[in-house]
């Protein structure tokens, strides 16, 4: 079998450059170990940047999600037992969309299917190879025989925990990591929303999050030791901490039910340098994660899809290879704000168990600027709403 490209990975990255390729005629394949309803069963991110709904429509995905999705022109601070909106909209002109990761992912899908693009599901033993040399394939086995794919290029959009990046020699890349002191517990209901946006809440006993899915479903989580077990957290353990870390007006007006999911999640700042071996391509959480504090995971991995997509469509439409050559680069440098930026919203909002009275107050003397400077809440508005491609 020959193709272009071969996309190694279904998720949103994966999708959304298979996608992208396909309607720019270059042709492409993509390849997942697990199957389609597995990836539809996780549930992870939910805001998305003006990048990235832009991204969707130029994919052709985006009709459900202008109509189901929620966007949001603020969030607020809560600290000291009130709230500080930061007003996205009036401070940088932009806004975020809140539209769940599954159902984006669901939209990718139908779309590729739509116009019949091909994705092998539930292949074992993938491995990219040949990628320092002019003919890079990709091997796998499914249904007991094992495959191979020709190509020019390879892309790793396989996550964290995929086959590309461990692929390169250890010798020509380098990876940067900070693991954090704790983690999010998170449930998920179908319970509406204490507040129609977001609450990123710093309290003593620790940081919180008022997130949601829609205007029926709730995504609540709070700060937790790294050891902690989700077995120990009933439905209303939860609600009952997260009253305690919210303002009272917040606490009074959650409306409980029952969790349909919960889990936690460890916190990690990682990059891999460079994001580019040959004619192999790290994409999205193959090559970096951030802490889910500034919701920025997803969206970086659009960014990167961005700059591979105007990289291959100057290799095949326009005979240039300037900006396939550059995309390391390019990627990087946005990858990197990003990383600092989601470091520091968690190091701003997260109680440290090393950090003392001097944490604290670093936090509050910061809080206090963010609420009183307008060229301070503007660089976070920027951040948040995403920067530039
Ligand atoms: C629990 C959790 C909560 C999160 N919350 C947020 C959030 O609130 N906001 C935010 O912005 N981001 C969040 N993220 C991050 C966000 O979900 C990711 O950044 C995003 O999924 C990255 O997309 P991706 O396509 O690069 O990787 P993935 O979504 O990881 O997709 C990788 C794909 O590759 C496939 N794959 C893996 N290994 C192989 C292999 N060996 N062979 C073939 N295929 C393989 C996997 O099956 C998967 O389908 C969260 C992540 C997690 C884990």
């Given at each position: 079998?020959?193709?272009?490209?071969?996309?190694?990975?279904?998720?949103?990255?994966?999708?959304?450059?298979?996608?992208?390729?396909?309607?720019?005629?270059?042709?492409?394949?993509?390849?997942?170990?697990?199957?389609?309803?597995?990836?539809?069963?996780?549930?992870?991110?939910?805001v998305?940047?003006?990048?990235?709904?832009?991204?969707?429509?130029?994919?052709?995905?985006?009709?459900?999600?202008?109509?189901?999705?929620?966007?949001?022109?603020?969030?607020?601070?809560?600290?000291?037992?009130?709230?500080?909106?930061?007003?996205?909209?009036?401070?940088?002109?932009?806004?975020?969309?809140?539209?769940?990761?599954?159902?984006?992912t669901?939209?990718?899908?139908?779309?590729?299917?739509a116009?019949?693009?091909?994705?092998?599901y539930?292949?074992?033993?993938?491995?990219?190879?040949?990628?320092?040399?002019?003919?890079?394939?990709?091997?796998?086995?499914?249904?007991?025989?094992?495959?191979?794919?020709?190509?020019?290029?390879?892309?790793?959009?396989?996550?964290?925990?995929?086959?590309?990046?461990?692929?390169?020699?250890?010798?020509?890349?380098?990876?940067f990591?900070?693991?954090?002191?704790?983690?999010?517990?998170?449930?998920?209901?179908?319970?509406?929303?204490?507040?129609?946006?977001?609450?990123?809440?710093?309290?003593?006993?620790?940081?919180?999050?008022c997130?949601?899915?829609?205007?029926?479903?709730?995504?609540?989580?709070i700060?937790?030791?790294?050891?902690?077990k989700?077995?120990?957290?009933?439905?209303?353990?939860?609600?009952?901490?997260?009253?305690?870390?919210?303002?009272?007006?917040?606490?009074?007006?959650l409306?409980?039910?029952?969790?349909?999911?919960?889990?936690?999640?460890?916190?990690?700042?990682?990059?891999?340098?460079?994001?580019?071996?040959?004619?192999?391509?790290?994409?999205?959480?193959?090559?970096?994660?951030?802490?889910?504090?500034?919701?920025?995971?997803?969206?970086?991995?659009?960014?990167?899809?961005h700059?591979?997509?105007?990289?291959?469509?100057?290799?095949?439409?326009?005979?240039?290879?300037?900006a396939?050559?550059?995309?390391?680069e390019?990627?990087l440098?946005?990858?990197?704000?990003?990383?600092?930026?989601?470091?520091?919203?968690?190091?701003?909002?997260?109680?440290?168990?090393?950090?003392?009275e001097?944490g604290?107050?670093?936090?509050?003397?910061?809080?206090?600027?963010?609420t009183?400077?307008?060229?301070?809440?503007?660089?976070?508005?920027?951040?948040?709403?995403?920067?530039p491609?």
């Amino acid at each position: 079998m020959r193709t272009q490209v071969v996309i190694i990975g279904s998720g949103p990255s994966g999708l959304l450059l298979g996608c992208l390729l396909s309607n720019a005629g270059i042709d492409n394949i993509i390849i997942d170990r697990v199957g389609k309803d597995y990836i539809l069963g996780r549930v992870r991110a939910g805001v998305l940047e003006e990048g990235t709904v832009d991204l969707l429509r130029q994919a052709g995905a985006d009709e459900r999600m202008h109509l189901e999705g929620l966007p949001h022109d603020g969030f607020s601070l809560a600290f000291d037992n009130r709230d500080h909106r930061i007003d996205l909209f009036a401070l940088t002109g932009k806004r975020v969309m809140v539209y769940g990761q599954t159902e984006l992912t669901r939209d990718l899908m139908a779309r590729r299917e739509a116009i019949g693009g091909t994705t092998i599901y539930e292949a074992s033993d993938v491995s990219p190879q040949g990628f320092d040399s002019a003919a890079p394939f990709v091997t796998y086995r499914k249904d007991g025989i094992t495959r191979r794919i020709d190509c020019d290029f390879i892309a790793g959009c396989d996550g964290y925990h995929g086959v590309s990046r461990k692929a390169v020699p250890e010798k020509s890349i380098a990876t940067f990591e900070r693991t954090y002191p704790f983690g999010w517990l998170g449930i998920l209901a179908d319970v509406p929303p204490v507040s129609h946006e977001l609450i990123y809440a710093n309290h003593p006993r620790g940081f919180a999050l008022c997130s949601m899915r829609s205007q029926t479903r709730s995504r609540y989580y709070i700060q937790c030791p790294l050891d902690e077990k989700v077995e120990n957290w009933s439905d209303d353990r939860f609600y009952d901490e997260l009253r305690l870390r919210l303002p009272a007006a917040h606490a009074q007006a959650l409306v409980t039910g029952p969790s349909f999911e919960k889990s936690i999640a460890p916190l990690r700042s990682f990059v891999a340098e460079p994001m580019r071996f040959g004619s192999l391509f790290l994409v999205g959480d193959a090559a970096h994660i951030v802490p889910p504090t500034g919701a920025k995971g997803l969206n970086l991995a659009a960014s990167d899809v961005h700059y591979l997509f105007e990289g291959l469509r100057g290799h095949y439409l326009d005979r240039s290879q300037a900006a396939l050559d550059r995309y390391s680069e390019r990627a990087l440098r946005r990858v990197w704000k990003s990383v600092r930026f989601s470091w520091s919203m968690t190091t701003l909002m997260h109680r440290f168990p090393d950090g003392g009275e001097f944490g604290q107050k670093i936090q509050e003397a910061e809080l206090d600027y963010l609420t009183h400077s307008e060229a301070a809440a503007t660089s976070l508005a920027e951040n948040y709403v995403g920067l530039p491609y």
